[in-house]
């Protein structure tokens, strides 16, 4: 926070600002409009907003910005640090050059490996950084308990003792829906801590306008996120939900709240989120950036659009004019100095990066890389525990000599029956070109779990595919037509400390190391994306028609309808039960 004398000084002109940027266009997202300014910062703070013919405008450092355009650093107020696969600190390189000056985090994906460990190496790794990084606690370790096994659990007791943290702003995204609706115990008590606490509850829902997200909202739960239609987009505004509209390329749904823009107007508590952007998609799309850029592209005004990763996000986080020096997401007296200019308002293409008053960002490129904070714990580097696998391991056996299946379909959001062979005690599924088998192993070392499960449609004619990032409990997924490529792909994955990996002939074709916690890498997002373009092409070359690295890593997730393979067998979304994978006859 600047020293408040000579922020005031600086302010009325007695004293020259830290930085003056004069002559711009000021997107104002307070009065949603665009006029001329000139901006004065002392130290961290804008301490005045003027016009462009104030003649005392003195700075030790001033930059003409005639003919750009100046608006606030953008605000993720919802996403996963861990889905860009690198180190906060790597993180924050690749987001600041495109305009990005606060996150939101949920880590929850270090969470459900390391527990209460993981989620401060997140929150103390992100200390100290130009990015500012708030920190949200998880509440779904795992997500779902019962049906998966985890590398922690979190109850009341975990969730409380990370609130404790003043660091930590609320809980993050509750999707254990149907736990809050039918108050199931562990998940009810992390609730209402977070009620007593008066922090920010976030949500995920898969509930439609029933009363069962009636309940959930009653719980004191505020908002959703997730890809959907604009009259269902509409009804959660309604019902006074913070409707997280998500950009990324995979979920965008920017082009359905462009249509109810156009028809109701600028909805206040619509704010743009990411959630998750992996590597390569963050190179070439972006990030926060990208809903902004699409939106206006769609036609939503410029101003609205800035404002729904600005202003928007800042209130959903009560960083709006509240305690002095956290007041984010506009550019007025006594606000953080974050900020950015842009060359053009209409591609959104950002010229400069202010963080907390100083310039760390320039055409795309950092001034200087940021300093990693803390180094990961040991235990994050040994997180693979799996013993080495053969060929017999990816066996399915059985009595008999017949089986019925239950066959995945669309990753899981259906399933068929399918009556297979059984020759010798063995599962002849081979036979059968368009199935491939699942096998998830539990990787954490708190036991030996490990179930199947049969998959149609992959596309994969031969090898394997597997990844140590499967949410959210992260376990090993290995998915595959041949029993040896199976085992080699997750010795690959044991002795790399995790990633992703395509394997063929015993041979990777494309590997993805990421030793931190199995889920991270200390390199720069541009090296892992290169990594992750190998992995990609590879998969498509052993004939892959789904996206690869969304096949594997979604697959597991329990409160995903309808059908999930985990480490404890084929789990029911909708019941929260098994049902048999397979069963055997004859």
Known sequence: MADYHRLLRVARGEEPADLVLRNGQLVNVLTREIHPATVGICEDTIAYVTG???ANCEGTEAIDIAGKWLAPGLIDSHMHIESSHVTPARFADAVLPLGVTTVAQDPHEMANVLGVA???????????????????VPTCVPAVPGVETAGAGFTATEVGQLLDDPTTIGLAEVMDYWGVARQSPRITEIVKLGRERGVILTGHVRFGEDRNLNAYLAAGIESDHGKMPPERLLARARMGMVVEVCCAPDRDNIPEIVELWREHGLLHNVVFVTDDVPPSDLLAQGHLDQGVRRAIALGMDPVDAIRAATAGPARRLRRNRGTPGTSLGAIAPGFVADL??????????????VASGRVVARDGEMLAPSLEGLAPPPAALASVHLPALGAPDFVVRGSGNAAKARVLLNRGRAIEARSLHVADGVLDWKSSPDLALVSVWHRHGHNDNHAFALIAGSGLRDGALATTYAHDSHNLVVIGRDEADMAAAANALRASGGGYVAVAGGQA???????????LSQAPVSEVATGFDAYVGAAAELGVRDTPVRLVTSLP??????????????????????????????
């Open 557 to 586: 997730l329990p409160v995903v309808p309808s059908y999930r393979p985990t480490d404890m067998g084929l789990v029911d979304v909708s019941r929260q039960a098994f049902v048999p994978a397979f069963e055997f006859s004859g």
């Open 340 to 353: 950015i200019v842009l060359h053009d308002l209409a591609s959104f293409d950002v010229h400069l990066t």
């Open 509 to 519: 074709l494309g590997h993805v190391p990421l030793p931190v916690a199995g889920i």
């Open 118 to 136: 993981g989620v401060d190496y997140m929150r103390k790794a992100s200390q100290g950084l130009p990015l500012r990084v708030l920190t949200f």
């Open 52 to 54: 462009p013919d104030d």
